[in-house]
């Protein structure tokens, strides 16, 4: 499965991909706002390829131009989130390479992941959500309609050790048709 922006190229991950995820993985300023370490080592880029995102709506996200992941961006559907039980609802997740932070590129990303949503797999409702100070993440989500749910004062944050406040945004199939 391939989708196509623009600019961008989302395809499934490939083992191939080991390497230029932990360039931009390995850097302190991606995982840890987003809930994981910094990744310290290609065979742990490699791990989290065949491990993490090995989902079937897991993407590498790519420019057109050299086709070689730069950040990743997921549906999980409901058996691999806890924002929802249903068949018709999921969880969007992403993150970026510092080097293109800025640009659009993740909100464009993000358009083609919600199309694909409701479109192709006919979700009704797709959840997102991204810790207290992640600035970044949530204009995200601002700019492409999510809309506020809750905030979790305690959430666990296993991969760090630690607890934060999260806030959880949504968007509906017709919020997103209008």
């Keep these: 499965m391939k989708l196509e922006t623009e600019r961008l190229i989302l395809r499934r991950f490939e ?88 640009q659009g590129i993740m909100p464009e990303a993000a358009r083609e992941m919600i199309r694909h949503a409701f479109e192709d797999l006919g979700m009704r409702k797709i959840f997102c959500g991204y810790y207290d100070g992640n600035t970044k993440s949530r204009r995200v989500q601002e700019k492409v309609g999510f809309v506020y749910q809750w905030t979790t004062p305690d959430v666990d944050v296993p991969l760090m050790g630690e607890k934060r406040i999260g806030h959880v945004n949504a968007l509906t199939k017709d919020e997103w048709k209008k």
């Design 15 to 102: 083992e191939s991909d080991a390497e230029d995820v932990f360039t931009y993985a390995k850097d302190p300023d991606v995982g840890p706002i987003a809930g994981w370490p910094p990744h310290q080592s290609v065979e742990e880029s490699l791990n989290v390829i065949r491990n993490v995102f090995s989902g079937p709506e897991a993407y590498a996200i790519c420019l057109k131009t050299d086709n070689r992941a730069i950040g990743a961006i997921e549906l999980k559907l409901k058996d691999h989130t806890d924002m929802t039980t249903r068949e018709d609802e999921c969880e969007l997740g992403y993150w970026l390479g510092k080097p293109f932070w800025g």
